[in-house]
């Protein structure tokens, strides 16, 4: 069997990696160079991988017996639509499903008008003034969220990126000043976030093990929203720091929303991504994302033993399929441009594979290009490096002088999973948890 597979990032690679596993040929169509993906494709395409007409083109000539899509931004455009219309098998959700993760409000008034528990209180604009009036109405701090796709930079949080109500709506006003956008605020929870991933055909979904993605550019959880710096996965034991009743609530909320949307929208096929938050008042849902989260597929296609192929082809025949999953902890840290998550400025890195493979890492390459033995950044992220094992300080001690190995500009956040890092988490789940009636 052979399998397409559009996107050229980590998540990608992942995808890619777990596809092969499974014996089936794979044929990548990808914005850029991706080494990773080079070294396992049949045939690498490069181009507008948002472009339908253009990969429906490439994919005619491929005759792929399956189709995948990891980045939300082809499935926006469109792509997904345009290849099932003509006839391939496609495990992603089409443009009309993914609309929980391409417009905020739609999914905040779905669920409200649904009664599908966790949603959080959160008011829609697109007018400045009005949005100005409401914030000096509300009597609790705030969230500021793009309605559209930001690729997890877009979203703002009182007290965290802005402090003063007035610094707040400086920042709503300048955001809908061109009067094209719309701009969500939410009230502000508190607690732990985690990720929980799975796979859904129809009302049918099954899960993987939650993830923690570190968003934050700096460490101690510092700084501007990011795409992800790294996450951590302790397979199906769970993070210590979440309770396993906030996680049962959490997968009850996301079935109820999927068989929902299911009977009264569209069905949907292929990934989701709910990145819920763990509250003194059980978990609230933060958004939904069509797709797998960029890193925490890594976490999860590294623990399965089961190929995606499989459990695609699986979905696909309306089998329910159960991912068989290796009990083992994983860290992931990525490697960044210089002042990404601002003004990110490229760089090229030489990395000694052989010597980080020996130390026990594993590599998947980002958002970068083949340039000989250097990878070119781009803006985005460059190579995650993933530790694996079965205790939190084996898992760690990997990531030790790993800089030797690297030439070259970047940043790493080297706190990332660390027992330190976990503990921290705990304490304060303990004094949320505390506050609860």
Request: net charge positive.
């Amino acid at each position: 069997m052979r399998a397409l597979l559009i996107g050229g990032g980590g998540r990608e690679h992942a995808i890619g990696l777990s596809i092969v596993k499974s014996g089936t040929e794979l044929a990548v169509i990808s914005p850029n160079e991706n080494p990773g993906l080079m070294r396992i494709a049949k045939k690498v395409i490069i181009g507008d991988e948002n472009n339908g007409k253009w990969v429906l083109r490439n994919a005619t000539k491929l005759k792929p017996d399956y189709v995948f899509i990891g980045p939300e931004s082809p499935v926006a455009h469109g792509v997904s639509d345009i290849l099932l219309d003509n006839g391939f098998k496609v495990f992603a959700p089409s443009s009309e499903a993914a609309k929980l993760e391409t417009s905020k409000a739609f999914c905040r008034k779905f669920m409200s008008e649904n009664q599908v528990k966790g949603n959080i209180e959160s008011t829609p604009f697109s007018d400045p003034d009005k949005a100005e009036r409401f914030i000096r109405d509300i009597d609790y701090d705030f969230v500021l969220k793009p309605d559209g796709l930001t690729g997890g930079k877009g979203v703002v949080v009182q007290g965290v990126h802005f402090k003063s109500r007035e610094e707040g709506i400086g920042i709503a006003r300048e955001y809908l000043a061109t009067g094209k956008a719309k701009l969500l605020v939410e009230k502000k929870v508190v607690g732990e976030e985690f990720s929980l991933q799975g796979f859904v055909k129809g009302s049918r979904i099954s899960f993987l093990p939650i993830v923690q993605d570190y968003k934050r550019a700096f460490e101690g959880d510092r700084g501007p929203n990011t795409g992800g710096m790294g996450s951590v996965c302790f397979s199906e034991r769970g993070l210590p720091f979440i309770d396993k009743g906030i996680v049962d609530k959490a997968k009850d909320i996301l079935e109820d929303l999927v068989r929902k949307f299911n009977r009264k929208v569209t069905s949907y096929v292929g990934p989701i991504y709910g990145g819920f938050i763990a509250t003194h008042d059980g978990p609230k849902l933060l958004e939904i994302n069509a797709r797998l989260g960029d890193p925490e597929a890594m976490n999860v296609l590294s623990l399965m033993e089961t190929s995606i192929m499989e459990v695609a082809a699986g979905m696909l025949l309306g089998l329910q399929i159960k991912p068989e999953l290796r009990d083992r902890i994983n860290v992931i840290r990525y490697l960044v441009p210089r002042g990404y998550g601002t003004k990110p400025a490229p760089s090229v890195l030489e990395i000694d594979e052989e010597k980080v493979m020996v130390k026990g890492l594993r590599i998947f390459y980002a958002s970068v290009n083949q340039d000989g033995n250097r990878i070119r950044q781009t803006t985005s992220r460059s190579v995650a490096l993933m530790s694996e094992g079965s205790d939190i300080e084996e898992v760690n001690s990997r990531f030790s002088n790993i800089s030797s190995l690297i030439k070259g500009e970047y940043e790493m956040r080297n706190d990332i999973g660390t027992g330190k890092s976990i503990e921290r988490k705990k304490r304060a789940m303990k004094i949320i948890m505390s506050q609860k009636a």
